[in-house]
């Protein structure tokens, strides 16, 4: 298995500009997460699904946006960068069954710069 | 709501030394607790987690972790540093599985060991 995978390992984009980041995990878990992490402030939630077709918001939604057509895929889209965005981006998933552990398995990470 | 705090966000010990990296957490209900370990420009790695049984946990590397549930604490030791354990530390909650899994993190502690 590779586990949870993102795409692309880094980028710069300019203000204005759209990207989205992939997310693929091949372990079929159900629950699958977005987080952003910056300096000094630990990991903060910005979107997460519990399957298929299911999406919700975490703790910072705001400028992004999520689908979740399949099991695998997660894709995060930002639609108008800004530097408020520049980040360290991290998708993560979580096994299924409420008797889980809880215990996620993140991915490498996507560096973020908007300039 | 569920909270994470780590105490110091720089934490500086002698190589051979022990290592002390202070947890606490505020839960509304039994909470799955665990601590993450990221290197330089990686991801998380999972080092313990605390469920259910046991409250001291012993994960990878030689650390170990504490539950304590009338100090709401989850620090994490390791009795003789390694310089290779420099590395950020994130203590984390898990919300409930029905409320979607997520992970609360607290905003890291840097480690340092100097030689």
């Known amino acids: 298995n590779a586990g949870v995978t993102q795409t692309p390992k880094f980028r710069i984009l300019k203000i204005g500009q759209s990207m989205t980041l992939q997310c693929t995990q091949d372990?079929?878990?159900?629950?699958m997460y977005w987080y952003r992490q910056d300096p000094g402030m630990g990991l903060k939630l910005i979107y997460y699904?519990?399957?298929?077709?299911?999406?919700d918001k975490g703790e910072v939604p705001n400028g992004y946006n999520v689908s979740r057509s399949t099991t695998e895929d997660f894709p995060l889209r930002l639609e108008l960068a800004a530097p408020s965005q520049t980040s360290v981006y991290f998708c993560?998933?979580?096994?299924?069954?409420?008797?889980?552990?809880?215990?996620?398995?993140f991915g490498p990470g996507t560096r973020l710069t908007v300039t | 709501a569920q909270s994470v705090t780590q105490l110091g966000s720089h934490v500086s010990v002698s190589e051979g030394a022990l290592v002390l990296l202070r947890c606490n957490y505020s839960?509304?209900?039994?909470?799955?607790l665990f601590w993450y370990v990221q290197y330089p420009n990686q991801g998380l790695q999972l080092l313990l987690k605390?469920?259910?049984?046991?409250?001291l946990v012993k994960g990878i590397n030689g650390f170990e972790a504490e539950f304590k549930k009338s100090e709401t604490s989850f620090h994490l030791t390791k009795p003789s540093a390694h310089m290779s354990d420099a590395a950020e530390y994130f203590c984390?909650?898990?919300?409930?599985?029905?409320?979607?899994?997520?992970?609360?993190f607290g905003q890291g502690t840097e480690l340092s060991v100097k030689p």
């Open positions: 993560a998933s979580n096994p299924p069954g409420p008797m889980g552990s809880g215990e996620q398995y």
């Open positions: 372990m079929n878990h159900n629950y």
């Open positions: 699904s519990v399957g298929a077709g299911i999406t």
């Open positions: 839960s509304s209900v039994p909470p799955y």
């Open positions: 605390y469920t259910t049984g046991a409250t």
């Open positions: 984390a909650v898990s919300e409930p599985y029905n409320q979607g899994g997520k992970l609360i």
